[in-house]
C-alpha cells in the first residue's frame, strides 16, 4: 500500500503543485480518506446504470445525513452530451 500524503508530499517537495488523478473507485477512495484532494472534476454523462455498476469512490456511508460530505459548485459546463462539474469541499457548517 502507498503512503498517499507521503508520496504526495514527495511530489510537492519536487516542485509539483497539481496533480490530476483519473482512477477507479478504491483509489479515489483511498485519496479522499487520506484527506489528500483539493477539489472534484467530475464529468457526468446522460446515462443511468444499474446498481452492479461500480461507484466513483470506495467510501463507508455516513451514520446520517448530517454526516455526509457537501460540496461546493465551483463551475458547471456541457462538453457535447456530458457535464464537466467542478465541485470543492464546503466548509463543515455550510446548509447547502
Known amino acids: 500500500k502507498v503512503d498517499l500524503p507521503a508520496m504526495l508530499a514527495a511530489l510537492g517537495a519536487r516542485g509539483v503543485n497539481e496533480l490530476?488523478?483519473?482512477?477507479?473507485?478504491?483509489?479515489n477512495g483511498s485519496l479522499?480518506?487520506?484527506?489528500?484532494?483539493?477539489?472534484?472534476?467530475?464529468y457526468l454523462a446522460p446515462s443511468l446504470l444499474g446498481a452492479d455498476a461500480a461507484g466513483m469512490f470506495d467510501l463507508a456511508a455516513?451514520?446520517?445525513?448530517?454526516?455526509?460530505?457537501?460540496?461546493?459548485?465551483?463551475g458547471?459546463?456541457?462538453?457535447?452530451?456530458?457535464?464537466?462539474?467542478?465541485?470543492?469541499?464546503?466548509?463543515p457548517d455550510a446548509t447547502h
Open 32 to 42: 479522499l480518506r487520506e484527506q489528500c484532494v483539493d477539489e472534484l472534476l467530475v
Open 62 to 74: 455516513p451514520a446520517n445525513l448530517d454526516a455526509r460530505t457537501r460540496l461546493s459548485f465551483h
Open 76 to 91: 458547471i459546463e456541457r462538453v457535447g452530451d456530458d457535464l464537466r462539474i467542478l465541485a470543492r469541499f464546503a466548509p
Open 20 to 27: 490530476h488523478v483519473e482512477a477507479g473507485h478504491k483509489l
